[in-house]
């Protein structure tokens, strides 16, 4: 008969442990600024006035504790703040207001200058459409439409503004008087004044309103109503 030889297994300690570490992440936390300010001027001369947009670190930080979970140490993520920044999408916006009709092929395009009243009409381009000036004592030629100003024409692209800030000079013969803060319309000649077309049966409707600057400069806001009045 064979002999039984006990045996005893006794749980030994680990004499090794593995720890596995996250290490500790920086995220930046970027801040805009409460009241960004822009130059009331034509979007190549923009400027944002900056009040807060250097980045430096307010304060430091101390690395986090680690915290053992189950013997695997985990650190939290450190969140560094380090400023402000400025952010305005107003120039993208007004340029968003210059608009570009390629192939646009217009008749007598020498009778038109930079800061002309225009509006679209029947034309046999490849858009069926031509331009014209606007005038106060055509119904069609602004009254019914959507007035334009005519920025530039090359190559037959036809560039104009929508709505927007310009400026005209002191000598520009296409534009009448000029007075900060006042309303804008066409005048009798079809051009922006400080007062309408006071002949009878003409249209009126305000195009926009002067801006007051240190340029020396006619600054204009040009917005046309889409609505008007008709003289009796």
Aim: glycine share 6%; aromatic share 10%.
């Amino acid at each position: 008969m064979s002999g039984c030889i006990p045996i005893t297994v006794t749980p030994g300690i680990t004499s090794q442990s593995v720890q596995i570490q996250v290490n500790p992440s920086f995220a930046i936390t970027p801040i805009h600024s409460a009241s960004p300010a822009i130059t009331p001027a034509p979007p190549s001369a923009q400027q944002v006035d900056v009040t807060s947009g250097q980045f430096t670190i307010t304060s430091t930080v101390d690395a986090p504790t680690a915290t053992l979970v189950g013997g695997i140490a985990v650190q939290t993520p450190i969140n560094l703040e380090i400023g402000s920044a400025v952010s305005t999408e107003l120039p993208e916006l007004l340029n968003s207001h210059i608009v570009k009709f390629t192939n646009f092929v217009i008749t007598n395009a020498e009778s038109y200058n930079t800061g002309d009243c225009i509006v679209m009409v029947p034309g046999s381009n490849a858009y069926n459409s031509d331009i014209t000036k606007a005038d106060t004592s055509i119904l069609t030629r602004g009254a019914y439409n959507n007035i334009w100003m005519f920025l530039n024409y090359s190559g037959n692209d036809l560039i104009l503004l929508q709505k927007g800030y310009f400026d005209f000079s002191n000598d520009s013969t296409n534009f009448g008087n000029w007075m900060p803060g006042r309303t804008l319309y066409l005048n009798a000649e079809g051009i922006l004044d400080l007062l309408p077309s006071a002949t009878s049966l003409h249209w009126v409707k305000s195009m926009g309103y002067c801006i007051p600057n240190t340029e020396n400069k006619k600054r204009i806001w040009f917005e046309p109503d889409t609505t008007y009045l008709k003289r009796s």
